[in-house]
C-alpha cells in the first residue's frame, strides 16, 4: 500500500496569511493527489484533484502544486472559513490512502 | 448538484452486522463513476473501506475484504454496505461518496460526499 505523510502536523497562522501544506508519498504517485478540506462535523470537501486541478466551486486562492512524491497545498489569503483540518489522498492505486491531516489552526 | 444520503442503525451489537444504505440524486449510480464508502474512527483520520461501479465491480479494503460486502440497486440508485462480525474498533462515521471520473482519468477523487453518520458497536 502507499504511505501518505503530511507535514506540518499542525500550522498556526492568521487570518490573511498564506499556508503551506506539504504531502510526501512512499512511492511515486505521479500526480495522482487529491487534496480536502474537513471542518469540524462536517464531511471532507473535495478542493484539489490530479495535482493541481482545482474541484468545481474551489476559489483560486486554493493551489496544488507537484508530482512524483511531493506536493503541496497552498492557501493564499487565509479566511476564518479556511481554518480546518486537510488531507491528501493518493489515486494511483487501491486502497486510495488518505495522509493524516494537517490541522490549520488559528494563531 | 449530486446529493448522498445514508440511512441505518446507528448502534449494532458486538459480532453483530452493520448494515447501511446510501441513497443518491443529481446522478445514476449507471453513470461511469464509481461509489465509494469511507470511514472515520471519532477524532481520527480517513480510510477508504470500498467501492463499486456501474458494472458491479467491488473493491474492498484488504483488512476488511474478508468481512465487507458493497453492492447496488440501480433502478432504486441505492447503495449499500455490509459489515459482519463488527468489534469496537468498527466504530465510526460512515460516509458515502462519488468518486468521479473524467475523460482524462478515472477516477480522479471524491467530489461529493454524504453528511456521514456515526455508527457505534457496543453491548
Known amino acids: 500500500e502507499i504511505v501518505l505523510t503530511q507535514s506540518p502536523a499542525t500550522l498556526s497562522l492568521s487570518p490573511g496569511e498564506r499556508a503551506t501544506l506539504s504531502c510526501t508519498a512512499s512511492q511515486t504517485i505521479h500526480t495522482y493527489l487529491a487534496w480536502y478540506q474537513q471542518r469540524p462535523g462536517q464531511a471532507p470537501r473535495l478542493l484539489i484533484y490530479?495535482?493541481?486541478n482545482r474541484a468545481t466551486g474551489i476559489p483560486d486562492r486554493f493551489s496544488g502544486s507537484g508530482s512524483g512524491a511531493d506536493f503541496t497545498l497552498t492557501i493564499n489569503n487565509l479566511e476564518a472559513d479556511d481554518f480546518a483540518i486537510y488531507y491528501c489522498?493518493?489515486?494511483?492505486?487501491?486502497?486510495?490512502?488518505f495522509g493524516p491531516g494537517t490541522k490549520v489552526e488559528t494563531k | 448538484q449530486v446529493q448522498l444520503q445514508e440511512s441505518g442503525p446507528g448502534l449494532v451489537k458486538p459480532s453483530g452486522t452493520l448494515s447501511l444504505t446510501c441513497s443518491v440524486s443529481?446522478?445514476?449510480?449507471?453513470?461511469?463513476?464509481?461509489w465509494t464508502w469511507v470511514r472515520q474512527p471519532p477524532g481520527k483520520g480517513l480510510e477508504c473501506i470500498g467501492e463499486i461501479n456501474h458494472s458491479e465491480i467491488t473493491t474492498y479494503s484488504p483488512s476488511l475484504e474478508s468481512r465487507l460486502t458493497i453492492s447496488l440497486d440501480k433502478s432504486k440508485n441505492q447503495l449499500f454496505l455490509k459489515l459482519t462480525s463488527v468489534t469496537a474498533a468498527d466504530t465510526a462515521v460512515y460516509f458515502c461518496a462519488r468518486n468521479f471520473c473524467t475523460t482524462s482519468n478515472c477516477p480522479e477523487g471524491f467530489d461529493s460526499w454524504s453528511r456521514g453518520t456515526l455508527v457505534t458497536v457496543s453491548s
Open positions: 490530479d495535482a493541481s
Open positions: 489522498q493518493q489515486m494511483l492505486t487501491w486502497p486510495y490512502n
Open positions: 443529481g446522478d445514476s449510480l449507471s453513470s461511469g463513476h464509481w
